[in-house]
């Protein structure tokens, strides 16, 4: 078993999107830890609605290519389309961030994903979730590399958000 984090995004009925996207991963998966969910405006887009971001970390034995297809269907059942533009509104983004300490390419997935160094919509929940978990390249602690990370033009915010009747989320 391995532990496994990826990251969600939604612009499109994003409360709907990411509450049916943790539901499959505690289906699929069981328990999971979740980060404080995060709006953001869209980053690499002209123009676009805000997203809701976070990451989840669960355990799993599955090869990363079985992961990574479970991904696709998931976003697809979601009305991800196959021939959408990469800078385009989303129902659901689920990507692969780690898994276990693996590095370099695996089934056709990098890993870590390279987004964890690049955009605080990834790093600051996974700072949060995992602050003294090392970066499998750097070494560095997502704690450490969020406090070193200059998000001045990457502006997030915590939202309130449920799922399961519960509150995982605070403003």
Same mark, same amino acid.
């Given at each position: !078993? ?14 709907? &999107?990411?509450?049916? =996207?943790?539901?499959? +991963?505690?289906?699929?998966?069981? *328990? +999971? ?5 995060? /709006?953001? *405006?869209?980053?690499?887009? /002209?123009?676009g609605r805000n997203f809701y971001n976070l990451v989840v970390v669960f355990e799993c034995g599955w090869p990363v290519g079985e992961l #990574?297809?479970? =991904?696709?269907?998931? *976003? ?20 692969? +961030? ?11 997935? /990098?890993? %870590?994903?390279?987004?964890? @160094?690049? &955009?605080?919509?990834? @790093? #600051?929940? !996974?700072? *949060? ?6 970066? %499998? +390249? ?15 033009? #990457?502006?997030?915010? %915590? ?13």
């Open positions: !078993m391995a532990t496994v984090s990826v990251s969600i995004g939604s612009n499109i009925d994003r409360d709907h &999107h990411v509450r049916t =996207c943790l539901d499959a +991963l505690a289906a699929s998966f069981g *328990e +999971l830890a979740i980060s404080r969910v995060f /709006e953001s *405006e869209p980053v690499g887009f /002209e123009d #990574q297809a479970w =991904c696709k269907r998931l *976003e697809f059942a979601n009305g991800r389309r196959k021939d959408s533009p990469k800078f385009s509104p989303r129902t659901l983004d689920i990507d692969l +961030l780690t898994v276990g300490e693996l590095t370099g390419m695996h089934d056709g997935v /990098e890993l %870590p994903r390279d987004e964890i @160094l690049h &955009h605080a919509f990834v @790093l #600051q929940p !996974m700072a *949060e979730l995992l602050p003294k978990a090392r970066h %499998p +390249l750097t070494g560095d602690t997502y704690a450490d590399l969020w406090a070193a990370f200059d998000a001045t033009d #990457q502006i997030l915010w %915590p939202v309130a958000f449920r799922w399961s009747g519960k509150l995982i989320s605070r403003a």
